[in-house]
């Protein structure tokens, strides 16, 4: 049973251009986590999505940045105009269900440049 | 939401036993406590879950008290590449589901 997945593992963007990252959940789970690294940091929630359905994008900034879930393929997270304060690394992670103890299991992170 | 907290970091030497300490003082009735590793440049890997008392897995033990305002994961015999971060985290709910990471305590294990 594969992992979780993300891609690309790094991505360079100049100032103004869309960044768009992928994650596959893990065989079977439904629901999926976006949170955000900073150097020496620790992870910062951004958003949670069920297939089709956005459950919590309280982490999320309003402006620029969106999630989605689709029926089929990958989550993406999308980050319009990005800014150089947008240079950290993402990391998804899914879980089979959303119960009390929620384990997740985290992909291995895409780390975003903004020249 | 619980919050929690931690050393920041700790020092050990190989073989020794670690115990990591978190303070949930407002853990709500539902909730459980896990713990996750992370290395350098990658995502965060579950280690241990519980809800109360002790458990166990091949990894680690976590223990928690009666009020479960705290819990101390113990990593038995550390070795070099058990230097890490570690997150302690405390499951909440609040219309959603989010998941609240501190900053972590790193450990350093010596040679």
């Known amino acids: 049973n594969a992992g979780v997945m993300q891609n690309p593992r790094h991505l360079v963007r100049r100032r103004g251009q869309e960044a768009r990252l992928r994650c596959s959940p893990m065989?079977?789970?439904?629901?999926v986590y976006w949170y955000r690294q900073l150097p020496e940091e620790g992870l910062k929630f951004m958003v949670y999505?069920?297939?089709?359905?956005?459950?919590?994008e309280s982490g999320m900034p309003k402006e620029r940045f969106s999630a989605e879930f689709p029926k089929e393929g990958p989550s993406i997270l999308r980050i319009q105009q990005v800014v150089r304060g947008d240079s950290a690394a993402y990391f998804c992670?899914?879980?089979?269900?959303?119960?009390?103890?929620?384990?997740?299991?985290f992909g291995p992170g895409t780390r975003l440049l903004v020249l | 939401l619980a919050k929690t907290t931690q050393p920041i970091s700790m020092d050990s030497y190989e073989g020794q036993e670690v115990n990591i300490t978190c303070s949930h003082n407002?853990?709500?009735?539902?909730?459980?406590i896990t713990w996750y590793q992370q290395f350098p440049s990658q995502g965060p890997r579950f280690i241990i879950q519980?809800?109360?008392t002790k458990v166990t897995n091949e990894v680690a033990s976590l223990f928690i008290p009666a009020d479960r305002k705290s819990s101390t994961l113990s990593l038995p015999r550390v070795s070099l590449s058990d230097t890490a971060v570690y997150y302690c985290?405390?499951?909440?709910?609040?219309?959603?589901?989010?998941?609240?990471f501190g900053a972590g305590t790193r450990l350093f294990v010596k040679a």
């Open positions: 407002n853990i709500a009735t539902n909730d459980y």
């Open positions: 065989k079977g789970h439904s629901h």
């Open positions: 985290l405390v499951g909440a709910r609040e219309g959603g589901f989010k998941t609240i």
């Open positions: 519980g809800y109360k």
């Open positions: 992670a899914s879980s089979p269900l959303r119960d009390r103890g929620e384990t997740q299991y």
């Open positions: 999505l069920q297939k089709e359905n956005i459950i919590d």
